[in-house]
């Protein structure tokens, strides 16, 4: 991959969740290609293979239930002997699920058959604040014991829901949300450790988790993108490349070596349009 600038990672072993996803993908290849060994966790251990394979040497792929305690225990005691301690942990793993959102933006009591507030599931909304709260919590209460007594460096995932909560998802917006103020807290109560915790908020980028809501089966935009694109100052999706200087430079103790608690969005100007 092409870097738009490079770090020194060398002696970094860096721990990336959902990296079988194209952005952490990308991610555990951008620290990789900086020096850092990689440890790519996805509970689809094909996905993060086929990552780590395309890495090469500096590169273990770790099939990891983020949601199961004694598996990510689990996983952390095979980083470890592989690589070592950890001094970096990417929390994205995350994600959104259809039974938490709605058919429409707006309460249409007299829209027979669809999927309204009320309707969505409990199950869901469970789903979807433990898929990004709890992963999160519960991956960095096991990989951020190697960071305390040494320092280290927390990058969570956010997104763009946290500063504007998005029409049909409430779940996924309330979750990122709550990433977003964990990140705070973490930074805080880190502080005294060393270990640094901040966070990226993506704005829209076109992924395997969001394509079919963005482009139809043949390749054109839905009314979604083109709300989207009306709200981004840019008018553009991000690449995945637009995320990479951010995440080297929070990686990077030298250059980002006072900055903590911080949530930054990569967005083309979404965070910021009012809309007039």
Same mark, same amino acid.
């Given at each position: 991959? #092409?870097?738009?600038? #490079?770090? =020194?990672?060398?002696?970094?072993?860096?721990?990336?969740?959902?990296? +079988?996803?194209?952005?952490?993908?990308?991610? &555990?290849?951008?620290?990789?290609?900086?020096?850092?060994?990689? &440890?790519?966790? @996805?509970?689809?251990?094909? +996905?993060?293979?086929?990552?780590?394979?395309?890495?090469?040497?500096?590169? %273990?792929?770790?099939?990891?239930?983020?949601? =199961?305690?004694?598996?990510?225990?689990?996983?952390?005691?095979?980083?470890?002997?592989?690589?070592? &301690?950890?001094?970096?942990?990417?929390?994205?793993?995350?994600?959104?699920?259809?039974?938490?959102?709605?058919?429409?933006?707006?309460?249409? $009591?007299?829209?027979?058959?669809?999927?309204?507030?009320?309707?969505?599931?409990?199950?869901?909304?469970?789903?979807?604040?433990?898929?990004n709260i709890t992963s999160a919590f519960l991956v960095t209460q096991v990989f951020a014991v190697d960071?305390?007594?040494?320092?280290?460096?927390?990058?969570?995932?956010?997104?763009?829901?946290?500063?504007? $909560?998005?029409? #049909?998802?409430?779940?996924?917006?309330?979750?990122?949300?709550?990433?977003?103020? %964990?990140?705070?807290?973490? &930074?805080?109560?880190?502080? $005294?450790?060393?270990?640094?915790?901040?966070?990226?908020? $993506?704005?829209?980028?076109?992924?395997?988790?969001?394509?079919?809501?963005?482009?139809?089966? =043949?390749?054109?935009?839905?009314?979604?993108?083109?709300?989207?694109?009306?709200?981004?100052?840019?008018?553009?999706?991000?690449?995945?490349? @637009?995320?990479? +200087?951010?995440?080297?430079?929070?990686? =990077?103790?030298?250059?980002?070596?006072?900055?903590? +608690?911080v949530i930054i969005p990569v967005d083309g100007g979404f965070s910021s349009y009012s809309g007039v």
């Amino acid at each position: 991959m #092409k870097l738009p600038f #490079k770090v =020194d990672l060398t002696n970094q072993v860096a721990v990336v969740t959902g990296a +079988g996803g194209i952005i952490c993908g990308e991610f &555990a290849k951008a620290l990789a290609e900086c020096g850092a060994k990689v &440890a790519l966790l @996805d509970i689809n251990l094909a +996905g993060a293979q086929a990552m780590a394979d395309q890495i090469g040497e500096n590169a %273990f792929a770790v099939k990891c239930n983020c949601l =199961d305690k004694a598996d990510i225990e689990r996983a952390k005691a095979e980083v470890n002997a592989k690589f070592g &301690a950890v001094t970096m942990l990417i929390n994205g793993a995350g994600g959104n699920n259809p039974r938490a959102t709605c058919d429409n933006e707006y309460m249409t $009591p007299d829209l027979e058959g669809a999927k309204d507030f009320f309707a969505l599931e409990e199950s869901g909304l469970k789903f979807v604040f433990d898929l990004n709260i709890t992963s999160a919590f519960l991956v960095t209460q096991v990989f951020a014991v190697d960071m305390v007594k040494t320092g280290g460096n927390i990058i969570n995932v956010s997104s763009m829901n946290a500063f504007r $909560p998005l029409t #049909k998802i409430p779940a996924y917006s309330a979750a990122k949300a709550g990433v977003s103020n %964990f990140t705070q807290w973490l &930074a805080v109560h880190f502080a $005294p450790c060393n270990i640094r915790c901040n966070a990226i908020a $993506p704005g829209f980028f076109v992924t395997n988790q969001n394509r079919a809501l963005l482009y139809t089966q =043949d390749g054109q935009p839905t009314a979604r993108t083109g709300k989207i694109l009306a709200a981004t100052p840019m008018k553009k999706f991000g690449e995945i490349d @637009d995320l990479i +200087g951010t995440l080297l430079w929070l990686a =990077d103790d030298q250059a980002s070596g006072f900055v903590t +608690g911080v949530i930054i969005p990569v967005d083309g100007g979404f965070s910021s349009y009012s809309g007039v």
